[in-house]
């Protein structure tokens, strides 16, 4: 049989990687250190143990050996610098490896001698394939290291609900051992408890005044939309932390807070914590603003500004093993919070979370912590804040930056129309025709329904003239057109434009109706 190269990882490799980390973690007492990104590859790490102080896992889909050697020397070179950060003389690793098949060709030799870095052969690297007809040897390399049988019973096929269930499992497990390893305050997060309340209580108040989704609902009640924020209304850089668009995005911020903003007010204290949670959503909005078109709202920024003051706490205290542990134990729980929400949910944006992250850092380090001085530090990081601050909003009020934002405009001229406030969408979208050196064919077709409801029904057709010049499978500016041809009794041009307009959505039963009506109107007038 000639297998396939280049094929997809599936549910089993999936499986077998969670299951294997659920041993090493529940009945060998391993920690999670990271996780990577699409959680193919997993770091563990139990110093007591100097036989095998770090396991790593990693799926990866090896067709030729070369690139097995090639991900051995890789794991080399990083298990070199967490050496390196331990303190050890000598580092010993085993690399586990998780693939559909093995490498066609020969590549056996790799697995059977360890791996050591070239440069002082101070960190050793185990490797084992786990992988279809390797099973039984690459657990036997496995018992020969660790003293204990890791082996388990491998099906042939999983269920999505399988993998869904062992991975729970293992994250609760590691969420488990840093609680127990958890030797901070007890006091209780009363500031926590306060921002998850009013997030609730404010998620309410949209869902009976108009609904969470809503977007007039969103721009009501203070969501960030960049024509309204250059308008004086500055308080949308802050409001968007507490309004959440649906309860996915509640529930998902909400539990992020839960577990984040505790160890956050633990470690920094209720005051502290509370500068440094709203000082990181109002810089994620700043960066929004500056660098996202979108209306947008939620606390993610805020709350990935509580793992950027963890991140100050792990490298204040990056002498101290259990501190620097907690803080990548806490780390890897919001990546995988981020993760599960999608990290883009409906009304975010990444940049906010990028700036959120870094506002959380740089409030850290104006507060420090409690009864500790280091002015002189405080006092740079202050001085940073502002100039950081005060910089992006020159930049983001500068005529460059309004440039780039036209299209938000869009956004409250549609809620404009859509509350039929038709003179008000009308004003805005001839300030941004005005202001615009090239306007984009959506805002003169927004621009003209305005015109078509206000009764400038010349001005709408000059301005769906230049829709469907600068973009000729815009359906609906046809649509209009005919229409407003129909209004000045110029069937003939009417019907020019309805033909395109079916042509383009032949199956939009308006358009139809439109051409059929128009076509009975046309042989009515010749046959009169």
């Known amino acids: 049989m000639v297998r396939k190269v280049g094929g997809e990882l599936n549910l089993k490799e999936e499986y077998i990687f969670w299951r294997m980390a659920q041993f090493f973690i529940t009945e060998l007492g391993y920690r999670i250190i990271q996780l990577f990104e699409g959680h193919k590859e997993c770091w563990l790490e139990k110093v007591e143990n100097k036989e095998a102080s770090i396991i790593r896992l990693h799926q990866f889909k090896m067709d030729w050996s070369n690139m097995m050697q090639r991900d051995i020397e890789l794991t080399a070179a990083n298990g070199e610098r967490i050496r390196r950060q331990l303190n050890r003389n000598e580092l010993k690793m085993i690399n586990i490896l998780i693939s559909p098949f093995p490498p066609v060709d020969e590549y056996e030799y790799q ?70 390893e958890e030797t901070l305050p007890k006091n209780p997060p009363f500031i926590t408890y306060s921002i998850l309340f009013i997030q609730l209580a404010v998620y309410i108040w949209l869902e009976t005044h108009g609904g969470s989704t809503n977007t007039s609902t969103l721009i009501k009640y203070g969501a960030k939309l960049n024509p309204l924020i250059y308008s004086g209304e500055w308080w949308r850089l802050i409001t968007p932390v507490f309004l959440h668009i649906g309860f996915i995005h509640l529930a998902m911020n909400s539990i992020s807070l839960f577990f ?106 104006i507060v420090d912590f409690p009864k500790r001085k280091k002015l002189h530090i405080q006092s740079l990081f202050l001085l940073m804040s502002f100039i950081i601050v005060l910089g992006s909003l020159f930049y983001g009020y500068s005529t460059s930056a309004k440039s780039r934002n036209i299209n938000s ?69 046809f649509y209009n057109l ?47």
């Open 111 to 180: 697995l059977n001698q360890p791996y050591f870095f070239q440069e002082n052969n101070k960190t050793m690297v185990h490797s084992t394939l786990i992988a279809s007809g390797e099973y039984e040897s690459g657990f036997n390399r496995l018992t020969n290291w660790i003293g204990t049988d890791p082996s388990f019973q491998i099906k042939d096929e999983y269920l999505q609900d399988e993998v869904a269930a062992i991975k729970g499992m293992v994250l609760e497990s590691a969420m488990k051992r840093a609680k127990k």
């Open 260 to 365: 984040l903003g505790m160890v956050t007010e633990k470690i920094y204290g209720k005051w502290r914590f509370l500068f440094i949670y709203l000082f990181a959503g109002f810089t994620g909005l700043i960066a929004s603003f500056i660098f996202s078109i979108y209306l947008s709202a939620g606390a993610s920024g805020a709350i990935l500004g509580c793992l950027g003051a963890l991140l100050y706490y792990g490298l204040a205290f990056q002498k101290n093993y259990n501190i620097k542990l907690r803080s990548n134990v806490i780390f890897l729980l919001v990546i995988l919070l981020s993760l599960a929400s999608g990290f883009k949910t409906a009304g975010i944006d990444n940049v906010g979370h990028f700036g959120g992250l870094i506002g959380g850092f740089l409030a850290a380090g």
């Open 409 to 477: 405009y869009l956004v409250l001229s549609e809620d404009y129309i859509q509350n039929h406030q038709y003179d008000q969408a009308y004003q805005l979208l001839k300030s941004v025709e005005k202001n615009s050196l090239k306007p984009s064919s959506q805002i003169y077709f927004e621009l003209s329904y305005s015109e078509i409801k206000l009764g400038k029904l010349s001005d709408a057709k000059a301005h769906l003239l230049k829709t469907i010049r600068l973009d000729s499978t815009f359906d609906e500016a």
């Open 482 to 528: 005919a229409l407003i041809y129909i209004e000045e009794n110029d069937y003939q041009s009417a019907k020019k434009y309805a033909v395109k307009a079916v042509k383009l959505k032949p199956n939009q039963k308006n358009y139809v109706n439109l051409l059929n009506e128009i076509n009975r109107n046309v042989q009515s007038s010749v046959g009169g």
